[in-house]
C-alpha cells in the first residue's frame, strides 16, 4: 500500500518499521535489496527502481526493478548487469553520493541545463522506456557510512497515471532506508565472511574461486525460484529459501579444507585410493555445521554432504545425516537416491557441475555452451534431477548473464 493512502503519520511510521523488521531477518544481500526496492515502490507508487553499492569510489549497479520492462526472465538477467558510476556531481546517483542528499526529480527530461548533473538517456534510447520523475536517495548506514543509492523512478498514482513523488514519499522512504541500510551493510559482510571461509579452501585447490562460488550460489537461488514458482509457493517463502541457498550453495565445498594437498593440486587423475580420500570433503564440509543454530546451517549441511549424491544412486557420501557426525564412520554406505537427496543438493550439484564444464581449469579450457549443456541433458534422469535440469536449460540466458558477471579472471 502506498504511503498516501495511509491515514496518518503513525500508521505510516508504523508500516516503516513493520518493513523493517522483515527486512532484518533476511541474511543474504542480493535478498535483502530485492525486499528494500520492491517495498520502496509500494510505498511509493514507483513503477521501477535500482540500487547501487559503494565499492571504493565507485558505485556498482546492483539490483533493478521494473514492471513496465521486465518480464520475469528478463527481470532476473537484468540483476546481473555489470557496470559502475564513479561518485562525482556529474550523474544524478553519484551526485547524491557525494552530497549525501536525497533528490526529487519530477521531470528527467527538463532538468535545468545550469545544474551540475545531467540525465543519461541512453537506456530510455535503447529500451523505449521513458524515464519521468526520479526519487533517489542516499544509503546510509552506522557511524555515516555510506553504503549504496537507491533510485526510484515514475511514481504512478491510483489511475496508473505518471507524475512527481508525492511530499509523502519524500519524507518517509530515507527514513525507511536509514533502517534498511544497516540490513545491507550486515548482508554484505555475511557474503564477505562466506567468501573468506572460501578463500581459505582456495589456498588448499585453486578451483575453488570467489568467482566460482558466486557463480554457484546464483545459478541455485535462480534455480529454485522457478522451481519453487511452478508449485506456487508464496513470494514471502521464496524469499526467505531463497536467501539461505544463495549463501549455503556456496559454502558447498568447504570442507576441501580437510583434504591432502597432494590429493587436491594433483595434476593428473586421482587413483581410487586417493578418490575415497577425496570423498571425505563432503564429510568436513557437514561437520562445519554440527551445531545448527539456523536455516541457513542446516541447508548448508545439506549441501555439503549430499551435492556428489547422484539422482539414480552411485554417488557419495552415500550416508545418513545422522552418521556425518560419527567420528568411526567409513565411507561406502547406500547412496542417497531421488527425493531422498535434499533439494538444495540436487539444485546445487546442477550448479555446479555445469561451473566446472564451463570454466578453465589448469587441465583443460572452458567447455562451449553446445557441450555443456548436452552433457547435462545426457546426465539428466541419472546423475541430476531431470526437473532441475529442465529448469536450467529454461532459465539459461539468465545463467548466462550470471556467468558474464563473475568471470574467473575478477577480483571478488
Not at 130 to 135: E, I
Not at 274 to 289: P, Q, S, V
Not at 349 to 378: M, N, Q, T
Request: glycine share 6%; charged share 25%.
Amino acid at each position: 500500500m502506498s504511503i498516501e493512502r495511509l491515514a496518518s503519520r503513525d500508521q505510516a511510521v508504523m508500516a516503516i518499521l513493520k518493513t523493517s523488521e522483515e527486512v532484518n531477518q533476511l541474511k543474504d544481500v542480493d535478498t535483502i535489496l530485492d525486499k528494500i526496492l520492491y517495498e520502496s515502490r509500494q510505498l511509493s507508487g514507483a513503477d521501477a527502481g535500482s540500487i547501487f553499492l559503494v565499492e571504493n569510489d565507485t558505485l556498482i549497479f546492483s539490483y533493478v526493478q521494473n514492471d513496465t520492462l521486465f518480464c520475469k526472465e528478463t527481470t532476473n538477467a537484468a540483476l546481473y548487469q555489470n557496470f559502475g558510476i564513479p561518485i562525482s556531481e556529474q550523474s544524478i546517483v553519484g551526485y547524491v553520493a557525494k552530497t549525501r542528499q536525497s533528490l526529487a526529480i519530477d521531470d528527467a527530461y527538463e532538468l535545468d541545463p545550469t545544474l551540475p548533473f545531467s540525465f543519461n538517456k541512453s537506456f530510455d534510447e535503447k529500451s523505449g522506456y521513458r524515464t519521468t520523475s526520479m526519487l533517489t536517495i542516499p544509503l546510509i548506514a552506522q557511524e555515516s557510512r555510506l553504503v549504496g543509492v537507491m533510485q526510484l523512478i515514475n511514481a504512478k498514482n491510483e489511475m496508473g497515471k505518471i507524475g512527481p513523488f508525492s511530499e509523502e514519499a519524500r519524507t518517509y522512504i530515507p527514513l525507511f532506508c536509514n533502517n534498511a541500510s544497516v540490513a545491507i551493510e550486515r548482508g554484505i559482510m555475511n557474503r564477505e565472511l562466506i567468501l573468506r571461509m572460501m578463500q581459505m579452501a582456495e589456498l588448499r585447490d585453486p578451483s575453488e574461486t570467489g568467482p566460482h562460488v558466486q557463480r554457484v550460489g546464483a545459478y541455485s537461488a535462480e534455480i529454485y525460484e522457478t522451481w519453487a514458482s511452478r508449485r506456487n509457493h508464496s513470494p514471502k517463502a521464496i524469499k526467505h529459501v531463497r536467501d539461505n541457498i544463495r549463501l549455503a550453495a556456496m559454502l558447498h565445498d568447504v570442507g576441501k579444507v580437510g583434504i591432502s594437498d597432494t590429493i587436491l593440486k594433483k595434476p593428473a587423475k586421482l587413483t581410487d585410493e586417493e578418490f575415497d580420500a577425496m570423498k571425505w570433503h563432503t564429510i568436513f564440509g557437514a561437520r562445519l555445521f554440527k551445531n545448527q543454530t539456523s536455516e541457513l546451517d542446516r541447508m548448508s549441511m545439506e549441501i555439503a554432504l549430499c551435492h556428489h549424491e547422484k539422482w539414480e544412486g552411485r554417488g557419495y557420501p552415500g550416508v545418513p545425516n545422522a552418521d556425518v557426525w560419527n567420528d568411526e564412520l567409513i565411507l561406502g554406505g547406500e547412496p542417497k537416491k531421488r527425493e531422498i537427496i535434499p533439494l538444495a543438493a540436487r539444485i546445487c550439484a546442477v550448479a555446479d557441475v555445469y561451473d566446472a564444464l564451463a570454466s578453465p581449469r589448469s587441465y583443460k579450457d572452458p567447455f562451449p555452451d553446445e557441450k555443456c549443456l548436452g552433457i547435462l541433458e545426457k546426465d539428466s534422469g541419472t546423475h541430476f534431477d531431470p526437473e532441475i535440469v529442465e529448469i536450467f536449460f529454461e532459465i539459461f540466458p539468465v545463467i548466462k548473464a550470471i556467468r558474464e558477471k563473475w568471470t574467473d579472471n575478477e577480483t571478488v
